[in-house]
C-alpha cells in the first residue's frame, strides 16, 4: 500500500557537517509536505513545510527539497550541532483540503563529536 | 502561550480500567488531533475533530472514544483499557496544514 517511508532509520554525522535526511512518498497527489523533530521524551516540534507548487524553501539552517518527478523530500541541515540529534519525522496530506496528516516512521540523527 | 498541553503525563493502568486523557490548546486553533505513537509503528491518528462540534475517525480508533469539550479541549477515553493500548498518546491542534503537537502522555496498561 501506499506510504510515507524513509530511506534510513538511522543517520550518524560529524558535528559542523551537513545533514541530509531523506524521504520517499509514493502518492503523486500528496500537496504538502512537513518535517518534524522529536527528541527523546518529547512531543513533535514542527521545523518547516513545503507545499507540492515548490521545490525548495529554506528556513534557518534547514532546507527542504521536494522532487515531485521521482516523489522525493528531503531536509538539509547546515552545521549540524549536537542539539540536532533528534528522530526527525516527514508528513504528507494525501487529499487536498484535507486535514489529515501521514507521518513516516522517522529517521534517528546522531552527531559525532 | 502554553501551546498544546497534555495531562497526565504519564499513566498505570490494570487491564479493564478507564482512564480519561486531556488535552487543551491555547493557540485559538479550530483542528485537534490524537496519535499514538509506537515502536517502529511510527504516529497513527485515532480520531481528530475539524472544528468545534464534529469528530471523525482516523487510522486506529476501535477501543476510543473522544469529546471535543470546546474550542480549546479534545479528550480522549479509555473506556476498557487493554496492554494493546500501551503507548504515547499525543495531542495536537492546527488551524491551516501545519499540527502542532503537546508533550505526550505515556501509559502502561498491565
Redesign the interface.
Do not use: E, V
Given at each position: 500500500g501506499e506510504s510515507v517511508g524513509l530511506h534510513l532509520p538511522t543517520l550518524s554525522v560529524q558535528e559542523g557537517d551537513n545533514s541530509i535526511i531523506n524521504c520517499a512518498y509514493s502518492n503523486s497527489a500528496s500537496d504538502?509536505f512537513?518535517w518534524?523533530k522529536q527528541e527523546s521524551?518529547?512531543?513533535?516540534?514542527?521545523i518547516i513545510?513545503i507545499r507540492s507548487n515548490m521545490d525548495k524553501r529554506q528556513g534557518q539552517r534547514v532546507t527542504v527539497l521536494l522532487n515531485k518527478t521521482v516523489k522525493h523530500l528531503s531536509l538539509q541541515i547546515a552545521a549540524t550541532q549536537p542539539g540536532d540529534s533528534a528522530v526527525y519525522?516527514c508528513?504528507e496530506?494525501r487529499i487536498q483540503g484535507a486535514?489529515?496528516?501521514v507521518?513516516?516512521?522517522?529517521t534517528r540523527l546522531t552527531i559525532n563529536p | 502561550n502554553a501551546g498544546v498541553t497534555q495531562t497526565p503525563k504519564f499513566q498505570v493502568l490494570k487491564t479493564g480500567q478507564s482512564m480519561t486523557l486531556q488535552c487543551a490548546q491555547d493557540m485559538n486553533h479550530n483542528s485537534m488531533y490524537w496519535y499514538r505513537q509506537d515502536p517502529g509503528m511510527g504516529l497513527r491518528l485515532i480520531y481528530y475533530s475539524a472544528s468545534e462540534g464534529t469528530t471523525d475517525k482516523g487510522e486506529v480508533p476501535n477501543g476510543y472514544n473522544v469529546s471535543r469539550l470546546n474550542k480549546r479541549e479534545f479528550s480522549l477515553r479509555l473506556e476498557s483499557a487493554a496492554p494493546s493500548q500501551t503507548s504515547v498518546y499525543f495531542c495536537a491542534s492546527s488551524e491551516y496544514w501545519a499540527q502542532y503537537f503537546g508533550p505526550g502522555t505515556r501509559l502502561l496498561v498491565l
Open positions: 504538502y512537513i518534524y521524551g518529547k512531543g513533535p516540534q514542527f513545510d519525522f508528513a496530506r486535514q489529515k496528516l507521518f513516516g516512521q522517522g | -
